[in-house]
């Protein structure tokens, strides 16, 4: 097994240099790891040994992710795991994961078990449900003789991914840019036979990032939300999703209506369902990549100025 590391940063790099470091000391080698900066220029993050890829505009999640994940297979790499930079590793987790890959060739993709903090369970994986919709484990799958709870899906935080899953069904749908694109992935691995399931004992920490970017969250969300519904559901998927927008919708305008909300929240409402009412149209009008540039809490999805997709 020859293992490949993609590490996406953002920002000025800087949460990357402590997984990097839990990455060495866990036995992984500079070479064996590539940085994507996204929205860096040549003037981006570096790490001694390690290699980096300054795009020079903020990609996404996917084509960021996909960009260092094709780096590796160029090199070679037999199974490539994906890191967003705020993950942080437990004791020996690659090892157990790199263990649970060996012996279990028919699972394309494996996952730690995530966690917020420690006592805090945050995924064990994900199950899609009728029409499409989709949620987080929060209790362990029961793990077969491999050390392995099967599941539908996993959280894109930190993936192991095996090459020749990648090879028969492509790699991250782009043109989501952040969201959804974990479980697409799983989707199409399972319709070609692969197998996911996350690791027991092999655990991550990550603390949501929906505070970061609320308005790109729910805007996404929503729209690549509707085209995984449609991929999985068809028309009823779809029909189901915009059902449930319906009633978000309902609970926000009761939330931004109310009198004795505080201003906060009333405007917290007011932009979260007018970011979900652009997530709806523009997955009715087909309208893929970043968020639209004016919408409200873009946070850290927000390119410098010029340098928008």
């Known amino acids: 097994m020859k293992l490949g590391v993609v590490v996406l940063t953002h920002g000025n790099g800087g949460p990357s240099a402590e997984l990097v470091?839990?990455?060495?000391?866990?036995?992984?080698?500079?070479?064996?790891?590539?940085?994507?900066h996204n929205g860096a220029t040549v003037n981006g993050c570096v790490h001694d040994g390690v290699h980096a890829i300054h795009p020079g505009r903020n990609?996404?999640?996917?084509?960021?992710?996909?960009?260092?994940i094709t780096h590796l297979l160029d090199h070679d790499a037999s199974h490539v795991l994906v890191l967003t930079h705020?993950?942080?590793?437990?004791?020996?987790?690659?090892?157990?994961?790199?263990?649970?890959?060996?012996?279990?060739?028919t699972f394309g993709i494996l996952a730690p078990e995530l966690y917020h903090r420690p006592g805090e369970p945050f995924s064990y994986g994900g199950v899609v449900e009728p029409g499409g919709r989709v949620r987080h484990l929060k209790r362990p799958a029961v793990a077969g003789t491999s050390g392995i709870g099967e599941c539908d899906w996993a959280d894109g935080a930190a993936l192991l991914l095996n090459r020749?899953?990648?090879?028969?069904?492509?790699?991250?749908?782009?043109r989501f840019f952040i969201y959804c694109e974990d479980s697409d992935l799983a989707l199409r691995g399972t319709q070609w036979g692969w197998r996911v399931g996350t690791v027991r004992d092999a655990?991550?920490?990550?603390?949501?990032?929906?505070?970061?970017?609320?308005?790109?969250?729910a805007y996404l969300m929503t729209r690549n939300g509707l085209d995984y519904r449609r991929r999985v559901g068809g028309v009823r998927g779809v029909a189901a999703g915009i059902?449930?927008?319906?009633?978000?919708?309902?609970?926000?305008?009761?939330v931004s209506a109310r009198s004795g909300a505080p201003p906060e929240a009333r405007r917290s409402a007011r932009d979260?369902?007018?970011?979900?009412?652009?997530?709806?149209?523009?997955f009715l009008r087909g309208r893929w990549g970043p968020p639209p540039p004016h919408l409200p809490g873009l946070g850290d999805v927000e390119d410098p100025p010029g340098k928008r997709s």
């Open 21 to 36: 470091a839990q990455l060495a000391a866990q036995g992984v080698t500079g070479d064996a790891v590539v940085l994507v």
């Open 243 to 254: 059902y449930g927008q319906a009633r978000v919708f309902m609970r926000l305008a009761r």
């Open 164 to 174: 020749r899953m990648l090879e028969q069904i492509g790699l991250f749908e782009e």
């Open 203 to 217: 655990v991550a920490f990550q603390a949501p990032g929906k505070r970061q970017r609320p308005g790109a969250y």
């Open 59 to 68: 990609l996404g999640y996917s084509a960021g992710m996909n960009v260092g």
């Open 272 to 282: 979260e369902a007018r970011a979900r009412a652009w997530g709806v149209a523009d």
């Open 86 to 105: 705020d993950v942080r590793l437990a004791a020996d987790t690659i090892s157990r994961l790199e263990t649970a890959a060996a012996g279990a060739p």
